[in-house]
């Protein structure tokens, strides 16, 4: 995942005009999330609640999809579902990178939630 971290980086500097290794040099490190948030069954529901609407504090997050929905982004001040594609990931861009590159102001955190979806 790593190396899948640094490429995607490297695409994102490259995409605004920046040497390749330019937020790598920035941080020095490893700022990525990586999650996976399963399905629940219906005997998990006392348990579990879903995850507020927020944003990462991390450079990007990278969420690995199975065919289960839950997850929403804010778009044109309206929530949208994020349809999974079993065994593909969604990058979202975290609070660190807006900081990093703030001199580019089309980019933002992207404001999410999760919201509960049992079988």
């Not at 348990?47 to 982004?73: C, E």
């Not at 990931?89 to 900081?99: E, I, K, S, T």
């Not at 703030?102 to 979806?117: A, D, E, Q, V």
């Amino acid at each position: 995942m790593r190396r899948v971290e640094i490429t995607l980086l490297g695409a994102i500097s490259e995409s605004l005009g920046l040497e390749r290794d330019y937020i790598e040099k920035k941080l020095g490190g490893h700022y990525a999330s990586l999650n996976y948030y399963g399905a629940c069954e219906q005997s998990d529901l006392e348990l579990t609640y879903g995850v507020r609407a927020h944003t990462d504090p991390t450079i990007i997050t990278i969420l690995l999809q199975d065919d289960v929905p839950g997850l929403q982004v804010l778009s044109e001040d309206k929530w949208m579902d994020v349809n999974p594609i079993p065994g593909t990931v969604v990058v979202h861009v975290g609070d660190l990178l807006q900081v990093i590159i703030y001199i580019f102001s089309y980019i933002y955190s992207t404001l999410k939630l999760g919201f509960l979806n049992c079988y």
